[in-house]
């Protein structure tokens, strides 16, 4: 006989409306599985127990956390149900409109939804929302923010982008951002587009890499009307990043959720944030990897706020200075539209950018081997009577790379066999895997226990640099740097070394910046590694004055020829399109969709096996490389790839969550890594 499905557990009325079910998101580690239980609502905890609170409930024979996802009459359980322990929250602190984007986000990742809002919700400060508790009634702001769109009129397709937004629009735009000067800058452009959508009556999200970005955009917003959210008036901005700390980055979490604050400015974390009415999403330098999450299911912002954006209906701006092979694929695929400048305008804005190759070198004999060649020097001390001067280094440290000086051999560790380098000039070389300190070092290919720099970093470079230009000064910036990170520098002479991405701002701009090492910036493996070059280059040329102002950029080195010319060119745009169109060719990502599993071979070729959806294949297992040696060297780790057309993407995302599941319910031994659409394929 067919077997018939026992109807649903109807609870008898008067228990239905004293102890309904609640449907709760279970947040347990490891979570494999997509752990929502139904629980019963004592009838004490009938008023505090609305959609979106956070609860204790039990679970495993302990009490853990979970997130009521909604509340029913009846219950698909068919045994009994165990009652919730205590509401945690004062109220929710999930939207329904975040939750149907964190269950988006888990299914795009092959993730689980505890996962996901493990990210998108920030832990609790009790103290916090007593605060918030205790403030008076959301109130309209006292003013509006001023109608502004100067930064956008030397963009084609710029100004209808903001009558789009007033007018209450969902435009979707890539868009190649311009150095400009103060007022036209990108935070500017952005400020002026998020003041379009509040004064359309909605709300703005918008995500930068680091906060130094940040800073500058809640800057630009203040200059635009659209202050800091204060507790004495509502509708400003808030920042959320966890730098901050939990308490204000739960304070500022709680003011966009209850609407207090219309706009959202922050880093990675911020793509989840619950702005009420969103309208308008922006992702400032979508290629940076700071935007790539480092934990499960491993989202990256862009994809986030693409979901985002569809569920919400609301428009989404894509920025950069360069242009990354993912943003110009939803440009192709007509999800956005290209927003860049006319050349004219292009010249007028931009550097003069000379590429300082071996053959532009020839003439200098053998001084075109030196890492700073004659040009550059003169380009730099004729610089430094205008102002300051950058120069960006690839690598941080002091020589991040050292070899045998007999026979060139890379130096490595005799334990972990990992690179080894000097962190000063009288310090002893160390493994840059492992730490350990290689004291009596001897090159294990000849003997020899001399050593000699292969890669110079930031540190050596102003050592260098100094001595080279004794009355300058020399200002570092980058993370190892004694100084840190530095935001700005004054509009005074001085040379500034940083790392890409810790380039600081001179309000005047630069008067010239010098990019060394082109050879090493394009160099490796990573499928991304040429537009990554020349996205970092822009970044630092765009700090430089226009050429009518005598700005001046010089790449110096050997790098690929397409990013170099790209960057001559300044057309980024034009490198991501020919970069995709190979891409199509070969079948790699973002054409197709990618997951790879990483783990011990028996459970990677388990989880793999159970995967079949049509027209996928997989690459490998091939053996993974771990940095600081595996583990377990007769048994090392491997990574398999599946691939699949774009249209089996789905499938193949739910196929392999199912996968993992069965995995976990069968408790089946090794720890894995599974990712959809990873930031590299090596």
Known sequence: MPRVRAPRRQLPVDTA?????????????PAHLDRVFEYLVPATLDERAVPGCRLKVRFGGQDVDGWLLERTEEAEHEGRLVPIRRVVTSGPVLTPELARVARAVADRYAGTLADVLRLAVPPRHARVEAEMDALAPVQAPAAAPAAAGGAWSAYRGGPALLQHLLSGGAPRAVWTALPGPQGDRWPDAVAQAVAACVLGGRGALVVAPDRRDVDRVVAALEQVGLPAWSSAADGGVVRLTAEDGPAPRYRAFLAALRGRARVVVGTRASAFAPVEDLGLVVCWDDGDPLHAEPRAPYPHVREVLTLRAEAAGAAAIFGAHGRSVEAQALVERGWAASVTADRAVLRSRTPRVRALTSVELAREGAAAAARLPAPAFAAIRSALERGPVLVQVPRAGYLPAVACTRCRATARCAVCTGPLGLTGPDAVPACRWCGRLATAWRCSTCGNDGLRSVRVGSERTAEEIGRAFPGATVRVSGARAAAGVLAEVPDRPAIVVATPGAEPVAAGGYAAAVLLDASVATAGDALSAEPDALRRWLAAAALVRPIGDG????????????????????????LAARELAERAELGLPPVIRVATVTGPREAVGLVVGRVQVPETTVWGPVVVSAQGGSPDPLDPDVRAMLRAPRSRGAELTRALAASVAVRSARREGGTLRVQVDPPELL
């Open 551 to 574: 700005g001046e950029v010089l790449l110096v080195g050997d790098g690929a020829e397409r990013p170099t010319q790209a960057l001559v060119r300044w057309d980024p745009a034009g």
């Open 17 to 29: 409306a004293r102890l309904p079910v609640a449907r709760v998101c279970v947040d347990v580690q």
